[in-house]
């Protein structure tokens, strides 16, 4: 897999699909790295070039020292849309990648076509929780946090019907770096868009998932009757609704991006 080397940061990323065809970028949840959107490829390459990257601090991406900001994570976006001289994307986000992708819809609109806004908010947690969760990773690292997150990220049926994918994501959050997870944590905690989403112009579909404890249907909600135009699903999924509803999540997914 290839990397660009930005100004401070190394960015690790994928191009999936057809060369010719339009770009489509993928942006990961905490502690996620970009085969998170693995269950997509399948029903996506056919019609996309697929733009996958692990978010600064994950994956195979550099360390760069914290804190982050949204708006690092949102700028690291444009440089490595420049570095690969790509103008304009479909960009879906989920989570933090939703947050970056709500900092693009109010900051670089120009380089949008379309928005997907996947199990996010305009505001995410508290200050509190988010300060807990930094200082037990710094702690004790993420084994100490990781059974915790997955159990939000997955409703309990599903888990015990894909042991395997619970492993494998448990796994995913494992290897990434504590710091650059804890420094992702602490961009999440300070980032707050309430009351300026509603300047988002860019065609936009909200996702939520009804079971969803990190980003409930409330969070969701506002952001699709704050953004003029936007559509709204609910999923019966928690947090990683791509996953968990893969089907349902992609069909409706193409069918947004093809209107």
């Not at 065809?21 to 269950?39: E, I, K, Q, R």
């Not at 996947?118 to 807990?132: L, Q, R, V």
């Amino acid at each position: 897999m290839p990397f660009a080397d930005l100004s401070d940061v190394r960015l690790h990323y994928s191009f999936t699909g057809p060369e010719s065809a339009p770009v489509l970028m993928f942006s990961n949840s905490l502690g996620a790295n970009f085969s998170m959107w693995d269950s997509q490829l399948p029903s996506f390459a056919p019609k996309f070039r697929l733009l996958r990257y692990d978010t600064r601090g994950h994956g195979q991406s550099s360390v760069s020292p914290a804190p982050y900001t949204i708006e690092l994570l949102a700028n690291d976006v444009l440089h490595l849309l420049d570095a690969l001289h790509i103008d304009r994307v479909q960009f879906c986000g989920l989570s933090m990648g939703g947050q970056t992708g709500i900092w693009l819809g109010l900051h670089a609109a120009n380089r949008l076509h379309k928005l997907v806004l996947c199990n996010t908010g305009a505001k995410i947690g508290s200050i509190e929780g988010w300060n807990t969760r930094i200082d037990s990773v710094l702690a004790r690292g993420l084994a100490d946090v990781s059974a915790a997150v997955v159990s939000r990220w997955f409703t309990a049926p599903f888990a015990l019907a894909q042991p395997d994918v619970i492993a494998t994501a448990k796994r995913m959050i494992e290897a990434n770096s504590p710091l650059g997870y804890t420094a992702c944590c602490s961009a999440l905690r300070d980032f707050d868009a309430r009351s300026e989403v509603a300047r988002i112009s860019v065609p936009t579909l909200v996702i939520s998932g009804t079971h969803d404890l990190a980003t409930p249907p409330n969070d969701g909600r506002f952001l699709a009757d704050s953004i003029s135009g936007a559509a709204y699903l609910e999923l019966p999924a928690a947090h990683l609704s791509n996953i968990e509803c893969a089907s349902d999540f992609s069909s409706t997914v193409l069918d947004f991006l093809h209107s």
